[in-house]
């Protein structure tokens, strides 16, 4: 049996967390196994655009489920056609108990259930219903939403604090054209941040990060943009770091890094001398803030 929570959870953010805590108060008090059921993307993803995830699927996960959860990933196009009726009949066939949510909680074909809905109908279910006001800092929300709009700004120490912990990037590292190492000396890790599903690019430019490498932690120089000092047929945008006082091999690993403050916007530069000057300035910044502020 189980009190269970739903929602996309990207981020698995303070606003997140304060839901999900409940949640397991809840599961304590009434002996209940607590779940979360996870939806991959946000409907934002499906129908105005969207920028990307602040993290994976399986990162969110890997959170919930140190947190205590048994979690339940599932795509919104397998359950956007279920009536709120029949969503609400399928949870309790499920073995639901009790569902902790927030006051804005919607569910079913054309978000037709939401807290009302789960007040009458459900309670006359069986079902016992928790609802929690939004958690907020300044008087904003702490949302996903307004995340992503700091982490598209550049604004990652806002980022982060929303989060509770250091935003992060992951993906395979991949053999690109070697112009760090063979033309600028800065040797670069490629990584490919999408190759599972659509992560959000943050702001372009130059970002302090770190990584365990080796299982020592290095910190690195984070490149995000689509490198405008170079011709390139197709632009894209890639994510490529340069790690500091490390230099092994790293194609096809997965790593991890973790972004710690934005150093400077992307830039054109006139030639590589130019980039290769403003490159070295880079690296004497970083290392002077990583020692000051002990990063």
């Known amino acids: 049996m189980y009190v269970l929570t739903v929602g996309t959870f990207d981020g698995v953010h303070k606003g997140h967390n304060y839901i999900l805590n409940n949640t397991l108060e809840e599961a304590k008090k009434d002996n209940l196994i607590p779940l979360a059921i996870m939806l991959r993307y946000p409907i934002g993803q499906y129908v105005n655009g969207f920028d990307g995830l602040i993290l994976p699927s399986w990162k969110r996960k890997s959170l919930m489920e140190k947190m205590g959860f048994k979690v339940k990933i599932v795509d919104m196009e397998d359950v956007w056609k279920i009536t709120h009726e029949e969503y609400l009949n399928d949870l309790i066939n499920l073995g639901v108990k009790k569902i902790v949510c927030g006051e804005d909680f919607r569910f079913g074909r054309g978000a037709l259930g939401d807290v009302s809905y789960l007040l009458t109908e459900g309670v006359k279910k069986g ?7 939004d958690l907020k800092n300044n008087g904003k929300r702490i949302s996903s939403t307004l995340i992503r709009k700091s982490l598209k700004k550049g604004l ?54 770190k990584s365990l490498l080796n299982e020592k932690i290095v910190y690195g120089l984070t490149s995000v943009g689509i490198r405008p000092t170079y011709y390139e047929k197709k632009k894209e945008p890639k994510v490529e770091t340069f790690y500091m006082d490390f230099d092994d091999n790293l194609y096809d690993q997965i790593i991890e890094i973790k972004i710690l403050k934005f150093l400077r916007s992307e830039i054109k530069f006139n030639s590589e001398k130019d980039l290769i000057l403003q490159m070295k300035k880079d690296e004497i910044l970083a290392r002077n803030i990583i020692l000051k502020e002990k990063l």
């Not at 079902?127 to 006001?133: A, E, G, R, S, T």
């Not at 053999?175 to 033309?183: A, I, L």
Request: no cysteine; net charge positive.
């Open 127 to 133: 079902l016992k219903i928790k609802v929690l006001h």
């Open 156 to 209: 990652i120490e806002k980022a982060n604090f929303m989060l509770n912990r250091h935003w992060t990037l992951e993906g395979p590292i991949y053999e690109d054209r070697h112009v760090g190492r063979d033309r600028l000396g800065f040797p670069t890790a490629n990584m490919d941040i999408r190759y599972k599903e659509d992560i959000l690019f943050p702001a372009y430019g130059v970002y302090i990060s």
